[in-house]
């Protein structure tokens, strides 16, 4: 494996804990959690003054988000996360009576629910097309292209699966629509896939409290150009008739700018830490750990044929209840007996822990684990 110089100095995280589910809610540097502090402080020594320089900065962080994610930034605009981006790209898409709404089994449940919303309200139906985990792009593109006709209101589609840690093929996609508005859910793409919204989709949404380390309400929603006259945010207020799409985002009321704010400064840091040289020594640091927790469970890793840079899956002989609640209680479980914070997901009726690499993990994170995680099962 590459050498790998861990920082962990970078952030605030308790080290008597074992993080290893950065892609859940990431983590955020000291430097940037420092800058916040310095932002709100500012606000409380003067709101009229702080809400009167509040338009100008965002614009400023906004470009920087924008210019990161190499994107037009006249068609980028700030939201709280990827889950409300797929929500406002269905409130701007037509829905027919009689249409469907196209995703995948791979869906993350707030964007499936969001689509069923939406199919509800518009007497349209919800059509899930099964993908297998070991599906190569031909097998994806083949099994989608199949369900989409002129009934189809929209496709959306996983950049990088939450469930699964899986990388869909964007491009060949948005090409087998031909012209069916395609929203991509591309929650855990920035920092793990360079130009993630360069494929064409009609809008692209994506968070930064992710890979990028930004405080936590920060995402960023990609709008093609025939769809931003009529792209709104969610909440109405002052900037309804605001005719650029960004400005239309930003001003949101009394709502805490301070994270759009500081969210550069976190990129910083990853620039500081050689963000391009350090995503493959972390791959392969999540290669090996993952191994590592597979023998000591005597499982297999499971064949994902496109997987996540710094996220893999480990199959767990789970043989409790399975169901949320069982899930949920299990992961408190080995948070407070093993000191060990991991994520589990549920596919095709097998149970994972989708382990994820930072710069602040090291090898003897997922050692420990596959010393302690067997005792608990």
């Not at 509040?54 to 924008?66: C, G, H, P, W």
């Not at 629509?177 to 064409?200: K, M, N, Q, S, Y």
């Not at 767990?316 to 007996?337: H, I, L, M, N, Y």
Request: aromatic share 8%; glycine share 6%; net charge negative.
């Amino acid at each position: 494996m590459t050498e790998l110089s861990p920082r962990p100095d970078l952030w605030s995280l308790d080290p008597t804990v074992l993080h290893l589910n950065h892609g859940s809610y990431g983590a955020v540097p000291r430097r940037t959690q420092e800058l916040q502090a310095l932002l709100r402080a500012e606000t409380e020594a003067n709101p009229m003054l702080w809400f009167r320089s509040v338009a100008d900065r965002l614009a400023a962080s906004r470009r920087e988000l924008a210019d990161y994610l190499h994107t037009d930034p006249s068609g980028f605009a700030l939201i709280p996360n990827a889950s409300a981006g797929v929500t406002v790209a269905l409130a701007t898409i037509q829905i027919p009576a009689g249409s469907r709404i196209v995703l995948t089994n791979h869906t993350y449940g707030a964007v499936r629910y969001a689509a069923e919303r939406f199919a509800r309200a518009n007497q349209a139906d919800v059509v899930v097309v099964d993908v297998p985990l070991e599906a190569d792009d031909d097998t994806v593109v083949a099994l989608i292209k199949a369900e989409l006709d002129e009934r189809t209101a929209a496709l959306i589609v996983d950049q990088i699966s939450s469930a699964t840690a899986m990388v869909f093929p964007i491009r060949r996609l948005v090409e087998a629509c031909d012209g069916i508005p395609v929203i991509v859910d591309g929650a855990h793409a920035p920092g793990l896939i360079d130009e993630p919204a360069a494929d064409g989709a009609d809008f692209w949404t994506g968070n930064f409290h992710k890979w990028p380390s930004s405080l936590r309400p920060t995402a960023g929603l990609v709008v093609a150009d025939k769809w931003r006259s009529g792209t709104l945010p969610l909440i109405v207020s002052w900037s309804e008739y605001d005719e650029r799409l960004p400005e239309r985002f930003d001003m949101q009321g009394t709502y805490d700018y301070t994270p759009w704010m500081a969210a550069p400064e976190s990129l910083k840091v990853l620039a500081e830490l050689d963000w391009p040289v350090r995503r493959p020594q972390l791959s392969a640091l999540i290669d090996e750990g993952a191994r590592l927790l597979a023998k000591a469970l005597g499982t297999e890793l499971p064949d994902v044929a496109h997987p996540a840079a710094t996220m893999r899956l480990v199959e767990v002989p789970f043989t409790g209840e399975r169901s949320p609640d069982a899930g949920e209680a299990f992961k408190v479980r080995v948070s407070r007996e093993l000191k060990a914070e991991i994520t589990l997901t549920g596919f095709d009726e097998r149970v994972f822990v989708r382990l994820s690499a930072h710069a602040y993990n090291s090898l003897r994170d997922y050692e420990l684990l596959a010393e302690r995680l067997p005792t608990v099962l």
